[in-house]
């Protein structure tokens, strides 16, 4: 390993933990919600012989948002495929508030479902919608009746939509293998976008979802790259001397935050994407590193060890000031803001070890959201509403995930390989 690959990693120590070998899991969800709202999703009518089972896919995204509890099939006394074939009174009795039925039908090569969502007790109708879809996007038609219910109920709009993207690492030493995966945000779909005998880190998506930088050694230097992914075309962004390390790009998409070291110890810089130019925003003697966009983008976080451990700060773009934002524990890290701007997801070493924390930037108060102690790489969904991260489950890497309250946790399955990274894409349209 040659020595700036050592310098890296030793950076990498310092700021983040480690994680054990990967396995493929299912969805599951690992603790639930006490103030979840009974939801029941009933099975589309004529859909046994479909290779998927929408009513289910919807079921899962709902329950995994922490917002709703659906009822169990085998509790269902009916299964209404119509608003007129409701029974409120029955549905009522079961302590549903609200009820998902439809019909699934074929129309050429395409299917059509139909699907109403019904207010138990108000006993009306609060949507009401068909839908078209090819047999190979009928995932893709479950998580957009996922969106319309999730959004019909809340009034917040749907993420179930979206994509997340991960590193995996497999073998050992020499025979190491990297690779950067794409896939559903439930974790299905699961695509490999770029693999390699060098590491890849940091993987970030481009406003419009439609790039992702990161960062490889493939040239046995770390460089920042940008991967067009409908293409797979990708350009080298950076590749000064130092460190190239973790891209993260302005709401605009016009330019990318990065921390590089070419000028001495690693600093924070932006680079205007279509220029190439960088400037530098922070000058300290300490590690600068992992920065975010504020949603506004007038600034950023970051972890520095300026204090004598690693803590996050605030950088006003406009007057240049850093202000520390986190005091609570002596190690707090890669932060990222919920999309209101009003809090941050943090990594947090408390009692349990390494965990997923939220701060209300307002009072500051700091509240660690995970029970497990091996927690990295928070990502917060676009509308704000969960987290997953990377952790351990019984000596192996798994996809993690947290409602942004706390109370749902969930695990999401992944590409085999020690999983490393996830993040989380913006809304895709």
Known sequence: MNLLKTTWLAVMLMLFTSLAQAADLTIEITRGSDRATP????PLADGEDLPQDIAQIVSDDLERSGYFE????RAMFELPSSSEEVLYGDWRAL???????GRISRDG???RIRYELMDISGERQMLG????SGGQGLRDAAHYISDQVFEAITDIRGAFSTRIAYVTSSGIGDDTQYALHVSDADGRNSQQILSSDEPIMSPAWSPDGGKLAYVSFETERPAIYIQDLASGRRVRATSFEGLNSAPAWSPDGRRLAMSLSKDGQPDIYLMDIGSRDVRRVTNNSSIDTEPAWSPDGRSLLFTSDRSGGPQIYRLDLGSGEAERLTFTGNYNARARFAPDGEAIFLIHRGNRGFQVARQDLESGRLVALTEIGHAESPSVAPNGTMVIFATQQGGSGVLGGISADGRASFRLPAAQGDVREPAWSPFLN
């Open 39 to 42: 939801i029941a999703i009933v």
């Open 95 to 101: 302590d549903v508030r609200y009820l998902v039925v």
């Open 129 to 132: 919608e068909t839908v078209t």
């Open 109 to 111: 090569d395409d299917y």
């Open 70 to 73: 659906p009822l169990e099939r």
